[in-house]
C-alpha cells in the first residue's frame, strides 16, 4: 500500500507539471485555432536560458530570465512568423509550427551538445519521509507551483480583459474582431503565456531526480500533448485533468511494470498514449472538450 501511495503522489506531482506544458497547448488552441507542435522547443529554450545564467547571476533571476526568455521567444515567433500567415488553413498552421519547432530544437541542441545542464535549484537531493512514504522536495515544489500557476491563470482567464477577449475569440474570432477584440494582441499574450509555462515546467523536469537539461528533454512535451487531447484542446479544465492522469498513469505503469512485463518494456512511456485512445474511443472531443455541432 505504501508504495502504490508513493507512485500516487509523484504522479500527482509530475501530472500537474505535464498540465502545465497542456495547458500551454491549450492557451494558443483557444486564442488561435492552431495546434502548437513547436511548443517542445519553447521548453527547451527557458531551460536552457536558465541552465547558462544561474551561475553567473543566481538561481531566482535566472529561473525569471528563463520565463522572460522562453516567453519572447513565443512572441517572436507569433508575431515574425504565425501572424505572416495569418488566414490561412489551420492545418497549414499547424505544419509552420512543426517547421519552427525543427529550426529552434536544432540550435538549441547544437547549444546543449552532449552536455547534461544543471539548473543550480535550491532543493537538491533533499527527500521528505512520512513513514515508509519518501517524496522529493523537488516533487513537492512542482506541484505547489503548479497549483499555484493554474489557480493564477484560470483568474486571470476569467476576470480580466485579456481573459475575456481570448475566451470571446476562441467562441467566434469574426464576432470577436467585429466587437472591438484585438485578436494579434490575444495571439500574442497567449503565446507568450504558453512560452512562460513551458519554461517552469522545463525546470522541474530537469531536477532531482533527473541529472539536469538535455537534448531529450524537450520530448517530455510529447507526454504533455495526450494531457491536452484527453483534456479537450479547447478546454483549461480538460488541461489540469488530463495532465494529472498523464501523470498517475505514467507512474503506476513504470513502477508496477514487473508486474506488467508481459505487456512488454518501457509501458510507462506509451502508457498516457494508450489510455489517451481508450478517452478518444469513448469521447472523440476529451473529456471537457466542446463537441462540434454541425447542420446536414
Known amino acids: 500500500m505504501s508504495t502504490f501511495a508513493e507512485l500516487l503522489l509523484n504522479g500527482l506531482s509530475m501530472g500537474s507539471v505535464y498540465a502545465l506544458i497542456a495547458l500551454g497547448f491549450v492557451v494558443i488552441f483557444r486564442a488561435t485555432e492552431v495546434v502548437n507542435f513547436a511548443h517542445a ?5 527557458g531551460g536552457y536560458i536558465t541552465a547558462v545564467l544561474h551561475d553567473d547571476i543566481g538561481f531566482w533571476p535566472a529561473l525569471l ?4 526568455g522562453a516567453a519572447l521567444v513565443g512572441a517572436a515567433v507569433e508575431f515574425f512568423v504565425m501572424r505572416r500567415y495569418r488566414g490561412s488553413d489551420h492545418s497549414v498552421l499547424a505544419i509552420v509550427t512543426i517547421g519552427v519547432d525543427i529550426l529552434l530544437t536544432t540550435e538549441l541542441t547544437r547549444r546543449i551538445g552532449t552536455d ?4 543550480g535549484d535550491p532543493w537538491g537531493d533533499d527527500v521528505l519521509t512520512i513513514g515508509s512514504i519518501s517524496l522529493a522536495h523537488t516533487r513537492i515544489a512542482a506541484f505547489v507551483t503548479a497549483g499555484l500557476l493554474i489557480t493564477a491563470f484560470l483568474l486571470t482567464f476569467r476576470y480580466t480583459s485579456w481573459g475575456v ?3 470571446a475569440a476562441a467562441e467566434s474570432t469574426e464576432t470577436a474582431a467585429l466587437m472591438g477584440v484585438r485578436l494579434g494582441r490575444v495571439s500574442l499574450g497567449a503565446w507568450a503565456v504558453a512560452g512562460g509555462l513551458a519554461a517552469v515546467a522545463a525546470l522541474f523536469l530537469t531536477v532531482f531526480p533527473t541529472p539536469g537539461l538535455e537534448r531529450a528533454t524537450s520530448l517530455a512535451a510529447l507526454k504533455a500533448f495526450p494531457a491536452a487531447i484527453l483534456g479537450g484542446l479547447d478546454s483549461t479544465t480538460g488541461a489540469l485533468v488530463g495532465g494529472l492522469i498523464v501523470g498517475v498513469t505514467e507512474s503506476l505503469a513504470t513502477g508496477y511494470q514487473s508486474e506488467l512485463s508481459f505487456l512488454g518494456r518501457g509501458l510507462g512511456d506509451v502508457a498516457p498514449y494508450l489510455v489517451m485512445t481508450v478517452i478518444l474511443l469513448v469521447r472523440p472531443a476529451g473529456l471537457f472538450g466542446t463537441k462540434e455541432l454541425a447542420r446536414v
Open 65 to 68: 530570465a528563463g520565463i522572460a
Open 41 to 45: 522547443s519553447l521548453l527547451l529554450a
Open 165 to 167: 477577449a481570448m475566451r
Open 116 to 119: 547534461v545542464l544543471p539548473l
